[in-house]
């Protein structure tokens, strides 16, 4: 079993920055590739950003330039950095994981519960 959970969501005025922290824990043998992505009312959920264990990184194109994701492995963390943030980035936030639980098991996706950005003046 794996749990993630996030943290630093709340309220910004548009042009503010905020912080998402996610901790992942429970029986994890190892980590894979690690993200966020958002829901907004009405919408689809989107990917926003993703980082795999290479370094590499991807961003959807309305937040490149804005969002930087980044990974601590030894504590099993990812954040999101949200700067000149807009009301169109209004959304929760879930973080993501794709984790094992022993060794040559299969990758599996792990959801968090979610983190409520509101970009609002």
């Known amino acids: 079993q794996v749990q993630l959970v996030e943290s630093g969501g709340g309220l910004v005025q548009p042009g503010g920055s905020l912080r998402l922290s996610c901790a992942a824990s429970?029986?994890?043998?190892?980590?894979?590739?690690m993200g966020w992505s958002r829901q907004a009312p009405g919408k689809q959920r989107e990917l926003v950003a993703s980082?795999?264990?290479?370094?590499?990184?991807n961003y959807v194109d309305s937040v490149k330039g804005r969002f930087t994701i980044s990974r601590d492995d030894a504590k099993k963390m990812v954040y999101l950095q949200m700067n000149s943030l807009k009301p169109e980035d209004t959304a929760v936030y879930y973080c993501?994981?794709?984790?094992?639980?022993?060794?040559?098991?299969?990758?599996?996706?792990?959801w968090g519960q979610g983190a409520q950005v509101t970009v609002s003046s």
């Open positions: 993501d994981c794709d984790a094992r639980t022993y060794y040559s098991g299969p990758y599996l996706r792990y």
């Open positions: 429970g029986s994890i043998f190892s980590i894979k590739a």
């Open positions: 980082a795999d264990n290479s370094g590499s990184t």
